[in-house]
């Protein structure tokens, strides 16, 4: 529906064509449908996105983590509210939001209109939204390459951990943790705002999206075969009480490692010897239940 003059109550509707392999412009259209039948005004962006939002009173984002990832890095001052809707393969901070319900169900639910603010966290000058992972975790992301845009998902996520769960060798971190400074040898280090990484694995199941703090998940040295037998316990978000883990709750943390590390940001590759991670409280609107 493409306007001249735009309604000031009208939506941004805004679409990653590419992500979900085609499930996001399903949905974009479906919504389309919902929207011209109930005549309420918007305007569809694909390929190019705007500049700004100044026209618009809420901005709807059909995508996944990846597709979120990058808007918040695009638009980091937004303030008018967000919808997400689930059009990635693994729409891991979507279900924080909202949990398992249907396209329509969450279209009702933001008609409805009821806001959460919702914090965000800044890693060596670039925003995330559901959380860094920094190790085991990085070097996933790392392993998977390209493919992760044509094949990512819980399924091809989990292929991956389990050749390479053997293999991996932890590494030598100093860590700062609310002016509290550490070293260890580490298996991975998990900093979350949402629970879930890899389209289904509860990292951080303790982990909330509006309680102005990160979520600390260090995973310390363990056998090869411990981590295999164990892997469904962190499918599951029932590893946090185990001996190896350790959860913490902190505001900023800093990470020294004397090699380069992989790392993801809401699955997205990082490498560095260096992150500083620090909590952006109430950063953005969503719309959730």
Same mark, same amino acid.
């Given at each position: 529906m493409s306007q001249t003059a735009i309604p000031n109550n009208s939506i941004a509707l805004l679409c990653n064509p590419l992500a979900g392999k085609g499930k996001a412009v399903s949905i974009v259209a479906h919504l389309q449908d919902r929207l011209n039948e109930s005549a309420v005004p918007y305007q569809l962006?694909?390929?190019?996105?705007p500049v700004a939002f100044s026209q618009f009173s809420s901005v709807w984002l059909v995508g996944g983590d990846g597709t979120l990832n990058y808007f918040i890095n695009k638009y980091p001052d937004l303030s008018i509210p967000i919808a997400l809707f689930k059009g990635g393969s693994g729409n891991d901070f979507a279900w924080k939001l909202y949990g398992n319900i249907s396209v329509d169900e969450y279209y009702s639910l933001v008609l409805n209109g009821n806001l959460l603010k919702v914090d965000a966290g800044i890693c060596n000058g670039k925003y995330f939204i559901n959380g860094?992972?920094?190790g085991f975790d990085g070097e996933i992301v790392k392993s998977m390459g390209s493919k992760r845009f044509l094949s990512a998902g819980h399924l091809a996520y989990l292929s991956v951990v389990i050749r390479k769960i053997f293999s991996y060798h932890e590494s030598d971190f100093d860590f700062t943790?609310?002016?509290?400074?550490?070293?260890? *040898?580490?298996?991975? #280090? $998990?900093i979350a705002n949402g629970s879930r990484y890899g389209g289904g694995f509860l990292v951080a199941p303790q982990a909330d999206i509006s309680d102005n703090n990160l979520d600390v998940v260090l995973i310390k040295?363990?056998?090869?075969?411990?981590?295999?037998?164990?892997?469904p316990k962190v499918e *599951?978000?029932?590893? #946090? $009480?185990?001996?190896?883990?350790?959860?913490?709750?902190?505001?900023?943390i800093t990470?020294?490692?004397?090699?380069?590390?992989?790392?993801?940001?809401?699955g997205e590759?990082?490498?560095?010897?260096i992150f500083e991670i620090s909590i952006l409280p109430g950063k953005f609107q969503f719309y959730s239940r």
């Open positions: 962006f694909t390929s190019e996105w860094v992972g920094i943790i609310n002016n509290i400074q550490r070293s260890e *040898r580490l298996f991975m #280090i $998990s040295k363990i056998a090869p075969l411990m981590r295999f037998i164990c892997l *599951r978000g029932k590893h #946090i $009480s185990l001996s190896f883990a350790e959860c913490l709750k902190a505001k900023t990470i020294h490692s004397d090699k380069v590390v992989a790392a993801h940001l809401d590759l990082m490498e560095d010897k």
